[in-house]
């Protein structure tokens, strides 16, 4: 009998995800300029430093989710709250560049055992057949991370050296998230993964799960969507000011959150009867649309705020969908493991982008460059699209079986 998820798992995951995107994340660029400073570096050296270590994470995260599957999610959070804390200490305390980045590099493997990915993998194993509005849940409740650690960071940074500040930020992921893993991990180790899928039927799961080629496809729709969301989220506000929009890109920037949680709010309303599958193309499609908006109506403010507002509905689903498509798919046995890979394509390409995009803006120009990311997320969604025909087609023969 599957069980129930008490209410106070999503909350506490909530804060919990808030406080490991916010220290973990968002945090690192308010404190970059006093960071260059202190190590000696140039500002360009310590984003290059952060980039290689999201790419080294991308690499554990398979591992992270893989442990998951074997140990249960909580107890792999709880470890991961003190590890997190240790990398944060070891990084706060880095006499120069080089252990720096080596800490920066233990912080972001030491993440993928907190955030999203092994958070909805403990909501699976426990919440049986609520576990896809609960993840809803939870990515409404950790989309605020960064409109609550960006202004806290920037206060903090008034009183505080940005080392102080990652020691108190290692406080916070010991006193704050690590009593909530503990608690989860004693509900997880007693709920081992069903092997009946929740969401999806049995003719689905015979006919998809072991499937290489639908499971290569998402891969490719989440690699293709952590590109496209990395590469015009860092650059945002340049973007926009180099394409005539002058003072009013921050405003444009600042459309981006709202929007982010208004698609979850939609989607709790009046998404419950849509298919994973189409909310990902939906989800996928918004981003391109976004882009070629702003470069067919630029510099016309409306339509840049149109482009923002698009990105963040976009970008607030593709969260949603990182962690309830694989579950309608392929069910929960093996969740963790699967999601593990979704993270690792998503975030190696989200390393990659800003780097990317920044030698195509120096090469090509902003417009070029924009059009050539519109038309990479037009894979994505033609990535996901394809999972729509080909499940559809696996169902076909499924339902004459089951007939004959």
């Not at 699976?124 to 809803?136: C, F, H, L, Y």
């Not at 608690?183 to 039927?201: H, N």
């Not at 590469?231 to 973007?239: D, K, N, R, S, W």
């Not at 309303?269 to 989800?283: D, M, T």
């Amino acid at each position: 009998m599957e069980s129930k998820l008490p209410v106070w798992t999503v909350c506490g995951l909530g804060v919990t995800q808030i406080i490991g995107y916010g220290t973990l994340y968002y945090a690192f660029s308010i404190l970059v300029p006093d960071i260059a400073r202190d190590i000696g570096r140039s500002q360009e050296w310590v984003f290059g430093a952060f980039s290689i270590a999201l790419f080294v994470g991308s690499i554990a995260a398979p591992v992270a989710g893989h442990l998951a599957d074997k140990f249960g999610a909580g107890r792999l959070m709880a470890a991961g709250s003190i590890l997190a804390a240790l990398s944060l200490c070891l990084t706060a305390f880095a006499p120069g560049a080089t252990t720096f980045a080596i800490g920066l590099a233990i912080t972001e493997v030491v993440s993928t055992a907190v955030l999203y990915a092994v958070a909805f993998t403990a909501i699976v194993q426990v919440g049986g057949r609520t576990a896809q509005t609960s993840i809803v849940h939870l990515t409404l409740i950790a989309g605020f991370a960064s409109s609550v650690f960006w202004p806290l960071t920037s206060w903090l940074h008034g009183y505080l050296s940005w080392r102080e500040i990652y020691l108190l930020f290692a406080a916070m992921n010991l006193l704050v998230c690590l009593p909530v893993h503990l608690a989860l991990g004693r509900l997880t180790s007693r709920s081992a993964p069903a092997v009946a899928a929740t969401t999806a039927t049995v003719g689905d799961r015979r006919r998809t799960n072991g499937s290489m080629l639908v499971f290569s496809l998402m891969l490719v729709g989440f690699a293709v969507e952590g590109y496209a969301l990395s590469a015009i989220l860092v650059h945002m506000v340049p973007l926009t000011q180099a394409l005539g929009l002058g003072a009013a890109g921050l405003l444009v920037a600042s459309m981006f959150g709202p929007a982010q949680v208004a698609s979850r709010l939609i989607n709790l309303g009046f998404g419950k009867e849509l298919s994973q599958r189409w909310l990902a193309v939906i989800a996928t499609v918004l981003l391109p649309i976004g882009l070629v908006i702003l470069l067919l109506t630029t510099p016309w403010g409306p339509g840049a705020v149109l482009f923002a507002i698009c990105f963040g509905l976009g970008s607030g689903l593709t969260s949603i969908v990182g962690g309830t498509l694989p579950l309608e798919l392929f069910g929960r046995e093996g969740y963790g493991r699967r999601l593990g890979w979704c993270t690792s394509a998503k975030q190696l390409t989200s390393a990659i982008a800003p780097v990317a995009m920044a030698v195509s803006m120096g090469g090509l120009g902003v417009v070029h460059s924009l059009w050539i990311t519109a038309a990479v997320g037009i894979v994505g969604a033609a990535a996901f699209l394809a999972i729509v025909i080909v499940t559809a087609a696996q169902r076909g023969p499924a339902a004459t079986e089951s007939a004959a």
